[in-house]
């Protein structure tokens, strides 16, 4: 990956930032942070390099667990359903899981 030509920091300014998503995506792939922990520090270090020209993906969602999110986009029901059923799975195990999502698929349409 090389430097955008409009980015107005240095060429050491940008080397320091990539070193520096380079280590985090190290330390998540060697499981020493968590999928959410990389999210945040990678946010965290674009939003310190790019500042207030932060692009929105850039940046944290504000969400804390994003699966839920993403499944329910993927069904069309609502997110607290697929939080609901991840928590049935893991209380309860895959049925659980499958009853919740078919309550809250059959009460959206």
């Given amino acids: 990956?090389?430097?955008?030509?409009?980015?107005?920091?240095?060429?050491?300014?940008?080397?320091?930032?990539m070193a520096a998503i380079s280590r985090i995506l190290?330390?998540?792939?060697d499981a020493d942070i968590t999928t959410?922990?990389?999210?945040r520090a990678i946010a965290d270090e674009n939003?310190?390099?790019?500042?207030?020209?932060?692009?929105?993906w850039m940046t944290r969602t504000g969400r804390r667990y994003?699966?839920?999110?993403v499944l329910a986009d993927?069904?069309?029901?609502p997110?607290?359903?697929v939080t609901m059923a991840l928590n049935a799975y893991r209380h309860a195990g895959p049925g659980a899981y499958a009853d919740v999502i078919?309550?809250?698929a059959g009460s959206s349409r």
């Fill in 1 to 17: 990956m090389s430097q955008r030509d409009n980015d107005q920091h240095t060429a050491d300014q940008w080397s320091y930032h």
């Fill in 26 to 29: 190290e330390q998540w792939r």
């Fill in 36 to 39: 959410f922990a990389k999210r």
């Fill in 47 to 56: 939003s310190r390099y790019y500042g207030d020209s932060a692009e929105p």
């Fill in 66 to 69: 994003e699966l839920p999110a």
């Fill in 74 to 77: 993927a069904a069309g029901i």
């Fill in 79 to 81: 997110e607290e359903a």
């Fill in 102 to 104: 078919r309550a809250a």
